[in-house]
């Protein structure tokens, strides 16, 4: 089955290019992807594969393979982009102002439309069915995952999978790792209100400036509090937003802050929450200001099944070779796959998409961000192969 799932992928690899190269020339933002979920649906159409349209933008499609009820595998593809200005000059550049596939779920969607050509010639050949799942919205809270869970779209799957580009690794590569995979991620939002006034009338305004700038420290410092406890997972807690709308001599009424605070350990987030309440309602007090905290929240810890894990890393062995696989860190970025791994059996794994002697080794979320092709037919077989080898 092996040596038929590379031979196909081989086969698909200048139309896999092709299909990445047209979603990358024209992006969708979050819940906008109304070219792409078209463009994917009709391949799909003329392929004769089952297929759905769960949400606006969200694709589900099965293939049955023999004794169908056997058992269901989900393969999950992200196919939305993000709100960057493309600077790389290619023929596939970015067709739509302020746009760009810079995560790489161009790749998902085409790896993943790759492993549906595959899958639909060998459905005599594997039981059980196989789900692909192709998901809007994974860059935007709530997260496109919620809304499809939502629609019902795991109902019937006994395990979920997906693979997401990792520049980190080599074109050729694949990574793994068991457990606690990728950190939770909250949004933090605060707002300090007060009297504005002139700077030089201390007793006619408050201090908002000052009881926001210790706040924001104070709340910092949590981060290395924590850090300092012996621990199996760290935890951040970062600002990147600070508006005070004043000027030299003038003391706004209102300053508000926004920041982030990611962590793998779910009890441990609430713990957090709790705490940066708590501070605030000190530092108000302190301050005789109003403090107005809302913590929006995110993805949760993102789990890879520890036994499931196992079963793909072993059998990306049989694929790639053992040489090629790879254990990579936990990573304190967040992904909406969380969702589906707090309600079955879930693993996502890295493919190796940078060749420095090509000169791909931009970053994700960069505007020059972009991929060896080469990885799109090791992916799409990949894919195919765990749906069906495990």
């Known amino acids: 089955m092996i040596n038929r799932i590379k031979s196909l992928a081989k086969e698909l690899k200048a139309d896999i290019i092709d299909m990445r190269r047209h979603l990358h020339q024209f992006p969708g933002?979050?819940?906008?992807?109304?070219?792409?979920?078209?463009?994917?649906?009709?391949?799909?159409?003329?392929?004769?594969?089952?297929?759905?349209?769960?949400?606006?933008?969200?694709?589900?499609?099965?293939?049955?393979?023999?004794?169908?009820?056997?058992?269901?595998?989900?393969?999950?593809?992200?196919?939305?982009?993000?709100?960057?200005?493309?600077?790389?000059?290619?023929?596939?550049?970015?067709?739509?102002?302020?746009?760009?596939?810079?995560?790489?779920?161009?790749?998902?969607?085409?790896?993943?439309?790759?492993?549906?050509k595959i899958l639909a010639q060998l459905k005599d050949e594997f039981e059980g069915t196989i789900k692909l799942i192709f998901q809007p919205g994974e860059e935007k809270l709530p997260g496109g995952a919620s809304?499809?869970?939502?629609?019902?779209?795991?109902?019937?799957?006994?395990?979920?999978?997906?693979?997401?580009?990792?520049?980190?690794?080599?074109?050729?590569?694949?990574?793994?790792?068991?457990?606690?995979?990728?950190?939770?991620?909250?949004?933090?939002?605060?707002?300090?209100?007060?009297?504005?006034?002139?700077?030089?009338?201390?007793?006619?305004?408050?201090?908002?400036?000052?009881?926001?700038?210790?706040?924001?420290?104070?709340?910092?410092?949590?981060?290395?509090?924590?850090?300092?406890?012996?621990?199996?997972?760290?935890?951040?807690i970062a600002f990147g937003n600070f508006i005070a709308d004043g000027t030299y001599n003038v003391i706004p009424s209102e300053v508000t802050l926004k920041g982030t605070m990611r962590t793998f350990d779910e009890a441990e987030r609430q713990n957090i929450k709790d705490k940066i309440k708590e501070i605030s309602a000190e530092m108000a007090a302190a301050f005789?200001?109003?403090?107005?905290?809302?913590?929006?929240?995110?993805?949760?810890?993102?789990?890879?099944?520890?036994?499931?894990?196992?079963?793909?890393?072993?059998?990306?062995?049989?694929?790639?070779?053992?040489?090629?696989?790879?254990?990579?860190?936990?990573?304190?970025?967040?992904e909406d796959f969380a969702w589906y791994s707090h309600k079955t059996k879930a693993c996502m794994y890295r493919i190796g998409t940078s060749n420095a002697e090509k000169g791909i080794v931009s970053k994700q979320h960069t505007p020059t961000f972009d991929i060896d092709e080469d990885a799109l037919e090791i992916g799409a077989g990949l894919l195919a192969w765990l749906a069906v080898g495990i």
């Open 147 to 236: 809304v499809m869970i939502e629609k019902g779209v795991l109902k019937d799957v006994d395990v979920i999978i997906a693979q997401h580009v990792y520049p980190d690794l080599s074109c050729g590569e694949v990574g793994f790792h068991a457990g606690e995979y990728m950190a939770s991620c909250d949004e933090i939002n605060i707002t300090v209100k007060g009297k504005g006034g002139h700077a030089a009338k201390i007793k006619e305004r408050s201090n908002t400036t000052v009881a926001a700038a210790k706040l924001l420290c104070a709340i910092s410092e949590l981060s290395s509090e924590f850090n300092k406890e012996e621990r199996k997972n760290p935890i951040i």
């Open 29 to 116: 933002l979050s819940f906008e992807e109304y070219e792409s979920a078209q463009y994917i649906h009709a391949l799909l159409d003329s392929w004769n594969v089952e297929h759905e349209f769960v949400i606006e933008t969200g694709i589900v499609a099965r293939i049955e393979g023999r004794n169908p009820g056997k058992r269901t595998i989900a393969l999950r593809a992200d196919i939305d982009a993000l709100p960057i200005q493309e600077k790389n000059d290619c023929q596939y550049k970015s067709a739509v102002d302020g746009v760009m596939h810079a995560c790489g779920h161009d790749a998902h969607a085409a790896m993943l439309l790759g492993a549906a």
């Open 288 to 334: 005789d200001v109003e403090v107005d905290v809302f913590i929006e929240g995110g993805y949760p810890v993102l789990i890879n099944d520890v036994s499931l894990t196992e079963s793909l890393r072993s059998a990306a062995k049989d694929f790639m070779g053992e040489d090629n696989v790879k254990d990579i860190p936990q990573l304190m970025t967040a």
